[in-house]
Every structure is written in C-alpha cells, then in structure tokens.
C-alpha cells in the first residue's frame, strides 16, 4: 500500500475531499461576511446566530408547515434575510460612520439574544431534520464513499460562491454596490437610494448565512450553539483571506478545509487550532491577509 | 418630656418584640438545596431547570413537617471556576445545605473540593467522572445516577459479548472522554476484544466528524465506540449514517434527551445505558406523569430523576437527625443517607454505599425502530438489567482515602 508519512494514500485522498467540502461551507459563510464587511464596514458578530436561524426555519417549514428541503432552500433565505434588513433597519443603521467596534459589539450582543430566545423555545439538545430522500445514498469513488448529500453541498456552495462574485464583480449593481463602499455621498447625487442599498445587501449577506444553514442542516445537529461553533473559524477565514475580499474568503474557506482536513489525519488533537496558527503566521507576513488592500 | 417617655417605651417595646422573632425563626429552620447546572449551555436539556422542577417534585412530595425547605438554583456554565465559586457563595453566605445535580466532570470535581473542605453535602447527579466515588471521594459527597466505570462496563462488556470484538474510538480531549475511552479499553480487552485506534478531537469547536469516521472506516474495526456527548454525539452518529458506515456504534454516553434530537430513524439500533427510563415500570411511570405537566417538552433523564430521588433521600435524612446537625455537618447528614435504606419511584428500593456511590441498577437499551414507537418519547427496548453489585466498581477498586477496606 502507498504510504506518505505512514498514513494510506487512498485515506489521504478521502480526506483531502472531505476537506473540500468543509471548506466550501466555510467559504460560503465567509463570504456572507466579507460582503457586510466589504459593504457596510460592519463586523458581523450575528452570523452565526443568522446561520442558526436558517437551518431552524428549516426544520420549522417541515415541522408546521410541511415545506420540503428543496423550497426551503429559497424560502428560508428570503425570510431569514428579510429578519436581517429589519435588524439593520431597527439597530446596525444607527451605529453608521461609528468605529467598528460599536458594530461588532452590537451585533455580538444581538446573537447572544436570538441564540438566548432560541435555546429557551427549543431547548439546547437540538431537533431532528432528515436528509431529501433524493439525495440519500453514496457514490463510491474508490478511494472513499461520498454521500450524495456531500457532494451536493459542495456544487451548491461553489455555485453560490460563484454567483455572489459575478455579481459583485461583473454587474451594474455589483460597480453601485462598490462604488457606494468608496463614496457614499457621489453615488447618491447620482440618485441611488444608498441607505436602501446598504439595508438590502445586509439582507443578502444574511440571506448567505441562512443558506448555509439549510445546507447544514441535514448533516449537523440543529442546535442554537450550532452557530457560535462554526463562527470563529469563519471569521478566522475572513481575516486570513483579507477583511472585506470576496475572492479571499472564497479562496481561503477552501484551503483552510484542506489544511484541516490533514490535520484531523496527522494530528486530530490540533484540528481546532491549526487555523489560528495559519492566521497568526499569515498576519505577521501580510497584515492585511492574503488578498486584502492594505489600508 | 412626656413625648421622650413615651418613645423610651415604645422603643423598649419594640425591642422585646425581636428575640421573640428570632426564636420563631429558629423554630422553623429552612433547608436550602441549590441546584447547580449548565442551564444555558449544551448540557442545558440533560441538566437545566428540569433538574430543579424535579427537586422541588421531590420537596413537595415530601412535604416537610417542622422544617422548611428552599430550592434555589444557578448556570455554572461548565466552567470550573465558576461553578466552585458558586458553590463557595452558597456555602459560606447563603446558608445553601446542600448542592444538587453539577454535570461536566471538571466542574463536578472543583465543586466537590468545596464540599469537602466546607464539610457540607453534595449529591452530584450530573458529572461522569467515577473519580467522585474514587480518588477525589469525600464523606459529604454522594454520587447518583451513573459514571464512567457503570457505562464502560454496561455498554462496552455487552457489545462485545454479542460478537463486537474490535473498536475504533472517538473521543473528546478533556477528562470525561479520556476516562470514558480507558475504562471502556479495560473492559473491551477483558473479554477478548481489541481496540484498533482512536482519534481524540478537539473539544468544544468540533462539528463535522465525517474525517474521524473515515478513519474509523479504514481501521477495519467492527465498533465504534462514541466517547463524547450531547451535541457532539448527535453529529457523529448523524454522519455516519450519512457516509453509511457499517460498523456497530456504541454512544458510550447517551441520554434520551439526545435520541429525541436524532430522531428514531438516525438513532435506531443505537445501544446506550441509562440508569432511569420513564417506562420501566408502574413507579417510573407515575413519577414521570407527576413531573412532566411542569416540564412538556423535557422528559425526565437519569440525571433528573438522580435530583428527584437524592432529595427526596437527603430530606429523609434530615428529618431523622434534626435539622440542626443536618446544618451544621454534610457529613452527618450523609451518613444518615447512607443507614436509611432509599426507596423512591424513580429507582426503586437500594442503599447508598460507603463511599457514597448511590446503588441503583444500569440498564443496557436498544432504540427503538420508528415501527415499534407507540407515543412520544417511547424510544427504548430494554436488553439487560445489570444488578447493583454488578453495575458499578467494587469498592475496593475505587481507592477512595477515606474507606477502611
């Protein structure tokens, strides 16, 4: 059998694919993020809580209303997105032009409350939520057996990914929403409603979150903690990846999976902390991240 | 003049009217039992309110005649410093007599410390760690419901008698799930069995566990045996369904609380061990149907009916030595639980032994496929019932310092 450093190659292959799939998860949630940061200037504490809200609106669609998986994937976004344009509208507009921090603690302190309300209706054990029947069963490639479910997620996050770039970058609105982040005031002599812009891309950054959460919610547990786990490893990505770079968050969501991918192989024990000491080793080369601007 | 007479009196008056009060006070003394737990955290529904609704059943089951009692509760947030702080307040300022429940085994153990310097009474119902009844054993500490040596035995001596030879471990990286792996290796390679490997995650902060499965998968190991809990369990058994694995899984730790996050059609199959289940009996299942209007969505665990019943046996006790001594000393108060025999609806009749391990019966289940469930929370089948001198480390084996073998 083919070894590198003791381990099987053909393990190593199934994990450098899982590592693909968690890292297109956390490219998803990253570039929710960059794009509020990008565009808003606002740290985002709350996303992981949004992205809770998205994988329990899910469970909710089917439990009350007998909503399947495949609309969910559209409903829960838009109706989690449209809790976000009023949390921005209510709370985050008024903190704007105010440091960061102001931000970063406001909206902390709004994910401490949805995750607070949410573990009191629920409970912190979590609820039951199936796989689509269309997508059970798994593809044997060889080397491992991929769940149809996985392989799912990881066309539907890159898709996603994808679409949120073109947009940004090779639309009309995307150059507005841009140019809105460089100059505020000009693009509204121009007579773009502004504030409304910025409202309504808040809700597509957390309309993102939601999205990743009904993608997370047959596979993981659907818990209120579930956000505040996965959250400081997104902002682990964002931050490596360049605050506010929509191509960096992508990039590095994908090889920060990797990267832990063969940790959890070599040395499961550090699997939590080796993307913190990628952060650290890549802020002391380039303070700004991998595809940041230095400001 | 007249007017300063009349205030002297009246002063005087009022004077002689306060040790009156006192002594009114001393006549009915209160109890104060502090239930001591996660209620925000992952151990929330395992532990939380629950707990303190079925110490207060207790208490009004019990209805106290010379005395009252007073249950208070706090969120230690499974963190030791916390937890051994509270514990401190409510011993020394809050006149609290006896702290209940305090899962998470690091938390378990700073509070125990407490306990034993304070000399004041502690029924942990919630923490794994058999260190409680071992090394770090105090005469004020009882431990009821189950621990790392009862699961290992239970769950880990079953599975592999029934053909499950060879295992493949995943386990958390803090004590409860080291201990929980070491004493089920012990008894895996007591009866025959070999464990294959392991893989140690980090913990908090890991959520997908499909690498580990993989792993588990290569090893060619026909168990896999599950040292974690809570959410942690319910991913990995939720994923492994997912990547079809084909080995047997053991949830070393598993409440129903955690088969009702699953689902039957993910936890069907799933051997665990519990000390309580709801519909054991006639007795299990009033004292369910009395607690569950205060708790609809909660069913009572083994934790919570280990609150109810350890109160209920701690009040027993201090009626029988006074509530006098009962302040003034844990461990008089517990010496008396351990003479009075206990016998409660939650478990039945047993004793509490020397070293203060509450002697109740562990049961091995299998969970139901979603056919065979009547009604809500009808998750179990029972497979085998492993008497009291069975379940649990002889005592001899405990090394706990103050037992004289």
Same mark, same amino acid.
Not at chain 1, 83 to 111: N, P, Q, S, W
Not at chain 2, 187 to 214: C, E, H, I, N
Not at chain 2, 278 to 298: I, Q
Not at chain 2, 347 to 353: L, M, N, Q
């Given at each position: 059998?083919?070894?590198?450093? &003791?381990?099987?190659?053909?393990?190593?292959?199934?994990?450098?694919?899982?590592?693909?799939?968690?890292?297109?998860?956390?490219?998803?949630? *990253?570039?929710?993020?960059?794009?509020?940061?990008?565009?808003?200037?606002?740290?985002?504490?709350?996303?992981?809580?949004?992205?809770?809200?998205?994988?329990?609106?899910?469970?909710?669609?089917?439990?009350?209303?007998?909503?399947?998986?495949?609309?969910?994937?559209?409903?829960?976004?838009?109706?989690? &997105?449209?809790?976000?344009?009023?949390?921005?509208?209510?709370?985050?507009?008024?903190?704007?032009?105010?440091?960061?921090?102001?931000?970063?603690?406001?909206?902390?302190?709004?994910?401490?409350?949805?995750?607070?309300?949410?573990?009191?209706?629920?409970?912190? *054990?979590?609820?039951?939520?199936?796989?689509?029947?269309?997508?059970?069963?798994?593809?044997?490639?060889?080397?491992?057996?991929?769940?149809?479910?996985?392989?799912?997620?990881?066309?539907?996050?890159?898709?996603?990914?994808?679409?949120?770039?073109?947009?940004?970058?090779?639309?009309?609105?995307?150059?507005?929403?841009?140019?809105?982040?460089?100059?505020?005031?000009?693009?509204?002599?121009?007579?773009?409603?502004?504030?409304?812009?910025?409202?309504?891309?808040?809700?597509?950054?957390?309309?993102?979150?939601?999205?990743?959460?009904?993608?997370?919610?047959?596979?993981?547990?659907?818990?209120?903690?579930?956000?505040?786990?996965?959250?400081?490893?997104?902002?682990?990505?964002?931050?490596?990846?360049?605050?506010? *770079?929509?191509?960096?968050?992508?990039?590095?969501?994908?090889?920060?999976?990797?990267?832990?991918?063969?940790?959890?192989?070599?040395?499961?024990?550090? *699997?939590?902390?080796?993307?913190?000491?990628?952060?650290?080793?890549?802020?002391?080369?380039?303070?700004?991240?991998?595809?940041?601007?230095?400001? | 003049?007249?007017?300063?007479?009349?205030?002297?009196?009246?002063?005087?008056?009022?004077?002689?009217?306060?040790?009156?009060?006192?002594?009114?006070?001393?006549?009915?003394?209160?109890?104060?039992?502090?239930?001591?737990?996660?209620?925000?955290?992952?151990?929330?529904?395992?532990?939380?309110?629950?707990?303190?609704?079925?110490?207060?059943?207790?208490?009004?089951?019990?209805?106290?005649?010379?005395?009252?009692?007073?249950?208070?509760? @706090?969120?230690?947030?499974?963190?030791?410093?916390?937890?051994?702080?509270?514990?401190?307040?409510?011993?020394?300022?809050?006149?609290?007599?006896?702290?209940?429940?305090?899962?998470?085994?690091?938390?378990?153990?700073?509070?125990?410390?407490?306990?034993?310097?304070?000399?004041?009474?502690?029924?942990?119902?919630?923490?794994?760690?058999?260190?409680?009844?071992?090394?770090?054993?105090?005469?004020?500490?009882?431990?009821?419901?189950?621990?790392?040596?009862?699961?290992?035995?239970?769950?880990?001596?079953?599975?592999?008698?029934?053909?499950?030879?060879?295992?493949?471990?995943?386990?958390?990286?803090?004590?409860?799930?080291?201990?929980?792996?070491?004493?089920?290796?012990?008894?895996?390679?007591?009866?025959?069995?070999?464990?294959?490997?392991?893989?140690?995650?980090?913990?908090?902060?890991?959520?997908?566990?499909?690498?580990?499965?993989?792993?588990?998968?290569?090893?060619?190991?026909?168990?896999?045996?599950?040292?974690?809990?809570?959410?942690?369990?319910?991913?990995?058994?939720?994923?492994?369904?997912?990547?079809?694995?084909?080995?047997?899984?053991?949830?070393?730790?598993?409440?129903?609380?955690?088969?009702?996050?699953?689902?039957?059609?993910?936890?069907?199959?799933?051997?665990?061990?519990?000390?309580?289940?709801?519909?054991?009996?006639?007795?299990?299942?009033?004292?369910?149907?009395?607690?569950?209007?205060?708790?609809?969505?909660?069913?009572?665990?083994?934790?919570?009916?280990?609150?109810? @019943?350890?109160?209920?046996?701690?009040?027993?006790?201090?009626?029988?030595?006074?509530?006098?001594?009962?302040?003034?000393?844990?461990?008089?108060?517990?010496?008396?639980?351990?003479?009075?025999?206990?016998?409660?609806?939650?478990?039945?009749?047993?004793?509490?032994?020397?070293?203060?391990?509450?002697?109740?019966?562990?049961?091995?289940?299998?969970?139901?496929?979603?056919?065979?469930?009547?009604?809500?929370?009808?998750?179990?089948?029972?497979?085998?019932?492993?008497?009291?001198?069975?379940?649990?480390?002889?005592?001899?084996?405990?090394?706990?310092?103050?037992?004289?073998?």
């Amino acid at each position: 059998m083919v070894t590198i450093f &003791g381990k099987p190659l053909l393990l190593l292959y199934g994990q450098l694919t899982l590592g693909l799939i968690n890292g297109a998860f956390y490219a998803l949630l *990253s570039l929710g993020l960059a794009v509020i940061f990008g565009l808003l200037n606002v740290i985002n504490f709350a996303h992981g809580a949004l992205f809770m809200l998205g994988a329990f609106v899910t469970w909710g669609l089917l439990q009350y209303l007998d909503i399947g998986y495949w609309p969910a994937l559209v409903i829960a976004p838009i109706i989690v &997105g449209a809790f976000g344009v009023v949390l921005e509208r209510l709370l985050i507009k008024r903190l704007h032009g105010l440091d960061h921090l102001y931000g970063l603690l406001l909206t902390f302190g709004c994910a401490l409350v949805i995750e607070g309300l949410m573990r009191n209706q629920f409970g912190s *054990s979590g609820v039951p939520y199936a796989i689509p029947s269309a997508l059970q069963g798994a593809l044997h490639l060889g080397f491992m057996v991929l769940p149809l479910y996985r392989a799912w997620v990881v066309i539907a996050a890159a898709a996603m990914c994808l679409v949120t770039w073109l947009v940004i970058d090779k639309t009309r609105l995307g150059a507005t929403l841009r140019a809105a982040t460089e100059n505020a005031p000009l693009v509204q002599a121009f007579g773009v409603n502004v504030p409304r812009l910025v409202t309504l891309t808040y809700g597509a950054g957390v309309g993102l979150a939601a999205f990743a959460g009904v993608l997370a919610a047959p596979m993981n547990s659907v818990n209120p903690n579930m956000g505040s786990n996965l959250i400081i490893v997104v902002f682990a990505t964002v931050v490596i990846g360049g605050m506010g *770079s929509i191509l960096g968050s992508i990039v590095t969501g994908f090889g920060l999976g990797i990267i832990e991918g063969l940790t959890k192989v070599y040395y499961p024990e550090g *699997s939590a902390t080796v993307v913190f000491v990628v952060m650290v080793i890549v802020l002391l080369v380039r303070p700004a991240g991998l595809f940041g601007r230095a400001a | 003049m007249q007017l300063s007479r009349r205030l002297l009196l009246g002063t005087a008056a009022a004077a002689a009217t306060l040790p009156v009060q006192r002594v009114r006070a001393q006549d009915k003394a209160t109890i104060k039992i502090g239930v001591l737990n996660d209620q925000s955290g992952p151990y929330r529904d395992t532990g939380g309110l629950t707990s303190a609704i079925c110490a207060k059943q207790a208490v009004a089951e019990f209805n106290a005649q010379g005395f009252n009692v007073e249950v208070i509760y @706090a969120d230690h947030q499974n963190k030791p410093d916390i937890g051994a702080g509270i514990a401190r307040q409510w011993y020394d300022r809050e006149g609290v007599d006896m702290i209940l429940d305090v899962p998470t085994s690091s938390v378990g153990l700073a509070v125990g410390g407490v306990a034993k310097e304070k000399d004041k009474a502690y029924i942990n119902t919630g923490a794994a760690t058999a260190d409680l009844t071992g090394k770090a054993c105090a005469p004020s500490i009882v431990h009821w419901s189950y621990d790392t040596y009862m699961l290992a035995k239970s769950t880990g001596g079953a599975t592999v008698k029934s053909g499950g030879d060879t295992w493949y471990f995943i386990t958390a990286d803090y004590v409860f799930g080291h201990q929980l792996q070491e004493q089920t290796t012990r008894f895996v390679q007591a009866a025959g069995g070999k464990v294959l490997g392991s893989s140690a995650y980090p913990f908090p902060g890991t959520t997908d566990f499909s690498s580990f499965l993989l792993q588990a998968q290569a090893s060619g190991a026909k168990v896999l045996g599950l040292c974690n809990a809570g959410a942690d369990t319910v991913n990995s058994i939720k994923q492994a369904k997912e990547f079809g694995l084909q080995t047997r899984i053991a949830a070393m730790l598993m409440f129903i609380t955690d088969v009702h996050a699953l689902g039957l059609d993910v936890a069907q199959g799933l051997t665990l061990t519990e000390s309580f289940y709801w519909d054991l009996n006639p007795r299990t299942r009033a004292f369910t149907d009395r607690v569950r209007p205060k708790t609809p969505n909660n069913w009572p665990n083994m934790i919570h009916a280990a609150c109810y @019943a350890g109160t209920l046996h701690y009040l027993k006790a201090v009626q029988q030595i006074g509530v006098a001594a009962a302040k003034k000393s844990g461990t008089a108060a517990v010496a008396a639980m351990k003479a009075i025999p206990t016998d409660d609806d939650a478990f039945g009749k047993a004793y509490i032994r020397e070293d203060g391990l509450a002697m109740v019966p562990s049961y091995l289940f299998e969970v139901k496929k979603p056919s065979e469930s009547k009604g809500p929370w009808d998750f179990y089948k029972t497979i085998q019932v492993s008497p009291p001198d069975q379940a649990w480390r002889p005592l001899a084996e405990g090394a706990c310092p103050f037992v004289k073998s």
